[in-house]
């Protein structure tokens, strides 16, 4: 039996597009998602369909999380989007998860830990590349494994890059390119990363890549924040005005 571990914002959202109807754009996610399920022939009780809650420790970590031009601006534009939340909300069926306290990819990650095998996660998010499995990408239909070193190499990488979508910053112009040549260049990606840090931030370092992997990392349980050494970001007292400002905020 296939267990279906769905991304459900990457078909919320594009639900939206074009429509001027919140309930228009409720009903075509239902018909995406259940379009899903039957080639799988997974039933409900095999479907978990995660969407964002009311909270995210990230923002307790860095109150700029995701506060890019572009995502101001969407959320400035997302009346249908809210409006199609605010249904699935009032209505409860019972379909849709919300991950409160975290995000969706956080509960994708989480059930994919507990099911270990059999599962298939559906997102368009490249984020959750660091998990080993079966995807299915519902904007293209594409179907793909990762291993588990095609995992860990991805997580890594975004350990050096960051994420520019969702306003983390991570080495000074490596971009994915030269992420890539370095990992080629070993097999110890946490000593690289760690190098690299240290190279760069000097004695700033262990904050500096705390806070960037508690922005970066995806909970594989709850309360599984980032820690590559240096405790998680919670647990010390840490200089967020001097890690921001290394980081070129």
């Not at 964002?52 to 420790?57: E, M, P, R, T, V």
């Not at 989007?81 to 699935?88: A, C, F, P, T």
């Not at 984020?127 to 990408?137: A, R």
């Not at 760690?194 to 705390?210: G, P, Q, S, V």
Request: proline content about 3%.
């Amino acid at each position: 039996m296939t267990t279906l571990i769905i991304d459900a914002d990457t078909i919320l959202y594009p639900a939206c597009y074009g429509e001027v109807q919140a309930d228009v754009a409720y009903d075509k996610a239902i018909k995406k998602i259940n379009w899903i399920k039957d080639q799988y022939w997974a039933t409900n009780d095999q479907t978990f369909c995660y969407i964002k809650g009311s909270s995210n420790f990230r923002n307790d970590v860095f109150p700029d999380y995701k506060n890019t031009p572009s995502r101001i601006k969407a959320r400035e534009d997302s009346s249908i989007v809210d409006e199609l939340y605010s249904i699935i909300e009032e209505r409860d069926e019972g379909i849709f998860i919300p991950s409160d306290g975290m995000e969706a990819d956080d509960m994708v990650r989480i059930k994919a830990n507990e099911v270990k095998k059999g599962y298939v996660i559906v997102t368009i998010d490249k984020d959750l590349q660091c998990i080993p499995g079966e995807f299915f990408n519902p904007r293209t239909e594409e179907v793909f494994h990762i291993s588990e070193k095609e995992a860990n190499k991805h997580y890594y990488k975004q350990l050096l890059t960051g994420d520019a979508t969702d306003n983390i910053r991570g080495l000074h112009r490596v971009g994915p390119v030269t992420a890539e040549k370095w990992l080629n260049q070993t097999r110890d990606y946490k000593d690289l990363v760690l190098t690299k840090y240290k190279a760069a931030f000097d004695n700033d370092y262990e904050d500096i890549i705390t806070f960037v992997g508690s922005l970066i990392h995806i909970l594989r349980k709850e309360y599984d924040y980032f820690d590559i050494g240096f405790k998680d970001w919670f647990s010390k007292d840490r200089d967020l005005e001097t890690v921001v400002k290394k980081l070129g905020y």
